[in-house]
């Protein structure tokens, strides 16, 4: 199994709800991420979890909440998002974090704030 | 400020011939560079890497070429078929030990015509 599944694959939401952006491997990985890409940009490094422990916050606001409850599971918790987060959520896995782990991609969530 | 630079977004290629999509990057600590496809609804899927060690890297259809003095590099397909249409990304690993993250490029839509 070298899939990674992202789900919902489409959400829509207010600026008020709290949703969350779930993320599945089931192929051993110990780092996993997450990427935010813009329409005609390039994807963005969010965060990074190592071993269920959080690696790299490149910054993001407070807005954005990852979570990690086991090695096989990430999670991106939304909170009072502004229309300009809307974007194409990937999540990535990697056997580990370093520089020269292929990363393994989802298929994305489209998320849509309104 | 972009440190990984596709400066064609995209390229229309004959079935049979040679595809050659050009990346250049600005900060010469990157030591390792990816190549990455991504089809329409499914996240980028990793196709061919290069050390900076190397200057050439081939498998298959898919070479990369590292031109370390310009800070560029290339991928060639040959022979291109219509299945090789998709947006390449082009990335580079940050320079760092344990950092795994990976800048990318704005991308390149290649067409196959058949």
């Known amino acids: 199994d070298t899939e990674v599944t992202q789900t919902p694959k489409h959400l829509v939401m207010g600026m008020t709800n709290k949703k969350s952006l779930k993320c599945e491997q089931h192929m051993g990985h110990r780092a996993m991420y997450w990427y935010k890409q813009k329409a005609k940009k390039p994807p963005e490094l969010m965060f990074v979890y190592s071993y269920e422990k959080l690696s790299i916050n490149e910054s993001v606001p407070s807005r954005f909440s990852p979570e990690c409850p086991n090695s096989s599971l990430l999670n991106l918790h939304l909170h009072a998002l502004q229309p300009e987060d809307s974007a194409l959520y990937l999540c990535?896995?990697?056997?580990?974090?370093?520089?020269?782990?292929?990363?393994?991609f989802g298929p994305g969530t489209r998320l849509t704030v309104l | 400020d972009q440190q990984v630079k596709q400066n064609s977004p995209s390229l229309s290629v004959q079935e049979g011939r040679i595809s050659i999509l050009n990346c250049d990057y600005t900060n010469s600590m990157f030591d390792y560079f990816l190549w990455y496809k991504k089809y329409p609804a499914e996240g980028p899927t990793f196709l061919i890497s290069?050390?900076?060690?190397?200057d050439k890297n081939e498998d298959g259809r898919f070479t990369v070429f590292l031109n370390k003095s310009a800070k560029h590099l290339s991928l060639h397909i040959v022979p291109s078929q219509p299945g090789d249409s998709a947006v390449y990304f082009c990335a580079a690993v940050g320079y760092g030990g344990a950092t795994n993250k990976l800048i990318f490029g704005t991308g390149t839509l290649l067409a196959v015509q058949p």
């Open positions: 990535a896995s990697s056997q580990a974090q370093g520089p020269y782990n292929e990363q393994f």
């Open positions: 290069i050390s900076s060690i190397k």
